[in-house]
């Protein structure tokens, strides 16, 4: 099962990556030695040696296809005329009996001398929506690589079941192998190598870009990780056990149309704490919502929660503990109560589902293992074991990535009810701790009020991650203010087309928040201080 934005690939990658952009401003040192070299590279030269890469081998792996696609061509999924021309190259790469890593790298006329690798979502690498993902930035001048994780898209991950070597392509061999590839043959191509590496992702593609940080510091210069599900299996075991209280509360068919309530009555509760009426709860920490106010005084109706039903909500905003109290996976915050039918508590969610894909495919290789068996303790030890040593990414110490230099800046949505805005601080938190004050000068963490699963919800949610992390990459300062935007059609945005601007607010570099003027419009974002 996929979920409804960011597990899903096609037309929700934004909510993996949201729009992508250069740093713009100064011209950056080296720009003269990539003039020279994009000048060499004429349509008809660019097209000759785009298609002399077809056989060659290097970096492991093997080219089996290379497209030089013209300016003003249409990239499907959408009608968008991409600019410039650019070589997209399709390889393959086994580097264990077992595995087979597919990879696109796209190569513009235009080069900036810089390589961006993208990540991808729920049990998929990020293959299958490079034509959405990669457009913006090759458009900006960035070669860019992006892998298929080890294996081709599904509706269950079934490429995992008895397949150990497939499982560690997914969790962490493949983007670390798309990297060298994708530096080598930049290098190759534009006879000069990458100035600067980025990767970015959001959820499974947030996973993706820790783990390189942890695993594979030399990999990438700097690194955007958006909303990570980097503790992966604890959040399995998490959406299992929600799911199951969901669907063991008595009138559970009752509670996801009742959620809108709660949503109305937190808002009521906490919208004010900021001191602005604006839809959106700036601080979910500072709240003291407490859902047993909508308890109902007589026999249950639409309008009123039963005993059983505030004893879910309280539970979902508490987290999930096991037996001993040891928390696996935080809770949701308060005001993210409108997401949470899509991704825990409806009929069709997306997180139970993929709980059980997990455990049928990768914990116990048992398609038909039966998912109403599950225990809390034994499920948390077993995915632990296997596939947990493969797959998760959380490991806080730093040192190896942040002592050459490396940037990392992590995002987060208060309203994601995917996976809860928790465990970024917690993360943030364990690292600050394992590195010591020196990840001040490292480390950058943006909550966005809001914003549900890596975007969408009810606040801006889309900022210019890529061009932060070039320019911190570039001038070393690193970003303590970004400008997130809402727009009132984010697939028009998707495919490059205009779109109005809703409102606009700063995201503020962790624990400062956008705080009101006095004055101003409050949709305007140069209505607020970060404080």
Request: charged residues 20%.
């Amino acid at each position: 099962m996929t979920g409804k934005l960011i597990f899903a690939t096609g037309a929700a990658t934004l909510a993996l990556f949201g729009p992508l952009a250069s740093s713009g401003g100064a011209e950056p040192a080296g720009a003269m030695q990539t003039r020279a070299v994009s000048a060499a590279l004429s349509p008809d030269d660019g097209a000759a040696r785009c298609r002399g890469l077809v056989g060659r081998q290097m970096a492991g792996a093997t080219i089996d296809k290379a497209d030089y696609i013209l300016a003003g061509s249409a990239l499907p999924p959408f009608k968008h005329q991409n600019s410039p021309e650019f070589c997209r190259v399709h390889a393959r790469m086994t580097p264990v009996e077992g595995s087979e890593i597919k990879v696109q790298l796209w190569l513009p006329s235009n080069w900036n001398g810089k390589l961006v690798g993208f990540g991808g979502g729920g049990f998929e690498g990020g293959l299958g929506a490079a034509a959405i993902s990669l457009r913006e930035p090759v458009g900006k001048g960035y070669a860019a690589v992006v892998t298929n994780a080890g294996h081709d898209p599904a509706s269950e991950p079934k490429w995992a079941l008895r397949q150990p070597e497939k499982i560690a392509d997914f969790g962490h061999r493949a983007n670390h192998l798309g990297a060298m590839f994708g530096k080598s043959l930049s290098a190759e191509y534009y006879g000069a190598a990458v100035k600067r590496a980025f990767f970015q992702g959001c959820s499974n593609g947030g996973r993706d870009a820790l783990m390189l940080a942890q695993r594979h510091p030399g990999d990438y210069d700097a690194i955007v990780a958006g909303a990570p599900a980097n503790d992966f299996t604890g959040l399995m075991v998490s959406f299992a056990h929600i799911g199951r209280l969901a669907r063991t509360t008595p009138g559970s068919d009752t509670l996801s149309p009742k959620l809108k309530l709660v949503h109305e009555a937190a808002l009521a509760k906490c919208d004010g704490l900021d001191g602005l009426k604006d839809g959106l709860i700036e601080r979910p920490t500072s709240c003291r919502f407490d859902p047993a106010v909508l308890a109902c005084k007589g026999a249950a109706t639409a309008s009123c929660l039963s005993k059983a039903e505030v004893g879910t909500v309280k539970a979902i905003y508490r987290g999930t503990y096991d037996s001993k109290g040891h928390e696996i996976m935080p809770g949701l915050p308060v005001g993210s109560e409108y997401e949470w039918a899509a991704w825990l508590t409806g009929s069709k969610a997306a997180g139970p589902g993929m709980a059980t894909s997990l455990m049928r495919y990768m914990v116990y290789s048992d398609p038909a293992w039966p998912e109403e068996s599950f225990d809390l303790d034994r499920e948390f030890g077993a995915v632990r074991r296997q596939p947990g040593p493969a797959i998760d990414a959380v490991d806080p110490d730093l040192r190896p990535f942040f002592s050459r230099g490396g940037k990392l800046l992590i995002y987060h949505g208060w309203d994601d009810a995917a996976i809860p805005a928790g465990n970024s601080l917690r993360y943030h938190a364990a690292v600050r701790r394992a590195v010591g004050r020196s990840a001040d000068t490292h480390l950058r963490l943006f909550m966005l009020p809001g914003v549900a699963h890596c975007s969408g919800g009810h606040g801006p949610d889309t900022i210019d991650y890529l061009g932060a992390l070039d320019r911190w990459a570039e001038t070393g300062v690193a970003p303590e203010r970004l400008i997130a935007t809402k727009f009132d059609n984010p697939i028009q945005v998707m495919a490059g087309q205009p779109a109005n601007i809703v409102r606009s607010r700063p995201a503020c570099a962790w624990p400062k928040r956008a705080k009101y003027k006095g004055s101003g419009a409050i949709d305007d974002a140069t209505s607020y201080i970060c404080r």
